[in-house]
């Protein structure tokens, strides 16, 4: 078991209309649901589907191995940049704690490579939507 209840994380790819990606993965009744939205798609044609407890485990083997847990509590902002890229990631655990981080032309350690990690787990299950 993973431990991940819920899994939110999105990013601005451009300021363009559509430049947001963002991730879902939930947990409910022991089935996961996953909510995918790439750069330049709208919401309401965002790909939704089921997940395995192994893409779970995937995921949360991600949010190890970068050290995700250390970004909690991140909230930071270059006020300097009027239209700049952001960052919002939230995680839910079975055991109660939480992952809260939030940036704005600022981000923690290994945000780069865990973000370029889980475009790469959540796209091998995207199918684009007409």
């Not at 994380?9 to 649901?33: I, M, P, Q």
Request: hydrophobic share 35%; glycine share 6%; with cysteine.
């Amino acid at each position: 078991m993973t431990g991940i209840r819920f899994l939110s994380f999105s990013y601005t790819v451009n300021t363009a209309c559509y430049g947001d990606v963002y991730y879902d993965l939930k947990r409910e009744n022991e089935e996961y649901t996953v909510q995918i939205c790439p750069d330049g798609v709208p919401s309401e044609k965002a790909f939704r589907c089921q997940a395995d407890a192994h893409f779970a485990e995937e995921i949360a083997a991600l949010l190890r191995q970068y050290k995700v847990s250390q970004w909690n509590g991140f909230h930071k902002v270059n006020k300097r940049i009027l239209d700049g890229r952001s960052f919002t990631l939230v995680v839910h655990f079975e055991n109660g704690k939480d992952i809260h981080a939030h940036g704005y032309m600022r981000y923690p350690k290994n945000y780069r490579e865990f973000r370029d990690a889980i475009d790469a787990c959540f796209m091998r299950l995207y199918v684009p939507q007409e």
